[in-house]
């Protein structure tokens, strides 16, 4: 295989310009998930799917999740901006169906759950390309030693996207039909699209090997069993842990991933190159990524239950009442990638991320009924500073763990270990909140009061709290209290791990030519002659 590659050294002006499409499409892949989870009633409702509804947002996790690995060694082997550009229309035709199932272009609405189930899928392959596209494109056009700063402004943009999400999806929801929660996708896609094609220019690859056809399918099979574990297990509409399908979905994993590995080894070009493992720096800092999602994501879920049940907020505004966390971890973002740029030093930032984070989790976890929303605010927002300071930062260690022709796997791996982490913290933290539930209802109201909880705790929905003796109404929001308290006192013990593995981290200088350099090496300026 033979790769071109040019400088990124003074290359800030293209950056620049290519920016706001890459932005773009980094929003695409956010606000996606917000704003469907907010319309979810109404087209639960329109589309009579009450039985299937879980599977909407099954089928796009599983797609992203399986498709991310594959994405990011496609880029590797073709060249960063043609596939970028098919994950964005694959991304876009997805979008387009979901908003069309179940209409009379589909012969009615007899199916059109499952219609919109097999679309999510696919908007879901295309959504798993979006963002390892954008941070692989990021790594082709800047060294890692200016790369922080550029990562730290799509830190920003994540945490917008996590804040106007649930208002765009809430607007939606009211104000138009729920088919837009999907067609808001196609113009602001469209426009990333066009901007990128016209704008966007980056190393030529050229490669005489064939895709590892093999390797892609036994992963795809590892993963999928993977997601299907965190989403079924212990769920209400799911098995429970010890079944036979989890179990065998288990099974299923174990053998496949045996399967993968000597595949890999024989493989010309591996889908996922095995010795990026060898470097102590990548294996750490993608098991420092799983931790950060498993508690991170596992845990946040709850945080809008809490603002909305127990301190009564609207579903709105709950999502406004994340913006304490959102703001505080943009603007650490924004300071340690200039931090990075300006002194290179990079190692102690996870440490201290790690450190404020699972204190951030343990304020958490002392909330009780009475808290007000003001306190949960200051909570919350130590809680974005540890994220700040660990986000970006996880990313561009992997990056510069690895050679520049890897560095689409590399950004593939942070991304799908993040994400793992997250699926399997939420299935625990699910688990582990109806456990406790039912326990805490019974301490308070007796057992027959348990039901309240619902089969595997369920939404809970205000007119039915509304509606029930002030004594008991009380006693289930302390119960339901001390119950998010508790997922978040689990959160700290996978949290505090965090700085114990980023102390291990060596610091390897980053790189500060152009980028094709070995990880450590300040490469030489090269002719920018090989660009598309």
Known sequence: MTTETAAAPGRSREVMIVLPGLMLAMMLAMLDNMIVGTAMPRIVGELNGLDYFTWVTTAYVLGTTVSTPIWGKLGDLYGRKNIFLSSIIIFLVGSALCGMAGSSLFGGT??????????RALQGLGAGGLIVGVMSIIGDLVPPRERGQYQGIMAAIMSLAMIAGPLVGGFITDNLNWRWAFYVNLPLGGVALLWLVLKLHLPKHRTEHRIDWAGAAVLTVAITAIVLITSWGGQEHGYPWGSWQILGLAALAVVALAVFIPIERKAAEPILPLHVFANRNFTLINLLGFLLGFAMFGAITFLPMFQQIVQGSTATNSGLLLLPMMASSMVVSLFVGRAITKTGKYKSFPVIGGVIMAIGMWLLSTQDVHTPAWRTGVYIAVLGLGMGFLMQTTMLIAQNSVEQKDIGVASSASTFFRSIGGSFGISLFGAIFNSRLVDEISAKLGPQAAALAGSGGGPIDHKVLD?????????????????????????????????????????????????????????????AAAFE
Do not use: C, Q, Y
């Not at 004594?471 to 929001?477: N, R």
């Open 110 to 119: 007899g199916d059109g759950m499952i219609e919109l189930i097999a679309f």
């Open 467 to 527: 509606a029930l003796p002030p004594t008991i109404k009380s006693g289930f929001l302390e119960a339901l209290a001390n119950t998010i308290g508790t997922v978040f006192l689990w959160s700290v013990v996978f949290a505090a791990v965090v700085p114990i593995i980023a102390a291990f981290i060596k610091h390897v200088p980053l790189r500060s030519g152009a980028p094709g350099a070995a990880p450590g090496e300040k490469a030489e300026p090269m002719a």
